[in-house]
């Protein structure tokens, strides 16, 4: 029964934090639409969905892994955690120097150019942020990630208003996206630290990081291909129109 409980209590909390959440992201896309234009916000949603395409390569789908394998064996939740943090610290920064790489090549205007190398080192803070979301979430501590999912976008839908009320720009608003986003890892860091780690832990035979990315690859591929079918037309739209 009590694991019955557990299953409804989790599904319930996650289920209202996404909504919150999708509501808060509805006020603030028709806040920044509304403020930005037509030109301005095109623009922030072309940066946008490159951003959530080179985080889903930096992510690889190892947090999907994770969750599977540590809620297994939860004695083994600091040795995901330190070969996942490594992995995702190299991915993210091969998927950043790809991204910048790209931009410069897609003859962007200047602002644009400068947005994407700015929202661009999100993808280190997401990648880093999504793992330890993932422990929590192998330990079914989903009101941990529900709690910080609504409280930072309420930091970024706050921010972004007081943004507009001071009439900044659209880099600014990038700006506290890439803040919001820190802070998220900041506070995970320490969620984690605080409640998962132990001194002391059982040891295992070292993972292989080669083997853990052919492991995590159909959940990368599946990411990936739900992210083209969502935002492709948003890409093609933008480069049709120079």
Sequence with gaps: MRTVQRIAKNTFVLTSAEAINKLLSLVLYIAIANYLRVTGYGQFS?????????TVLANFGLDKLTIREVAKDKEKTQSYVALMLKLKVFLAL????VLIICI??????????????LVG??????????TF????????????????LVIIKLLILGLVFLAIYLKYGLLFILSVYVIGEFIRLLLAGIIYRKN???RKIKQ??????????????PFVIIGIASLIYMHIDKVMLSFMKG
């Design 121 to 130: 080192l999100s993808i280190i803070f997401i990648a880093l942020s999504n």
């Design 46 to 54: 072309f940066i946008m969905t490159l951003l959530a395409i080179f």
């Design 133 to 148: 979301l993932a422990i929590f979430n192998a330990h079914e501590r989903l009101e941990i990630h529900a709690v910080l």
């Design 196 to 198: 998962f780690y132990v």
């Design 204 to 217: 295992f035979a070292p993972l292989s990081y080669k083997k853990t990315l052919i492991t995590a690859a």
């Design 94 to 97: 091969a998927a950043y120097v």
């Design 104 to 117: 410069h090549l897609s003859g962007k205007p200047q602002n644009v150019i400068f947005g994407v190398h």
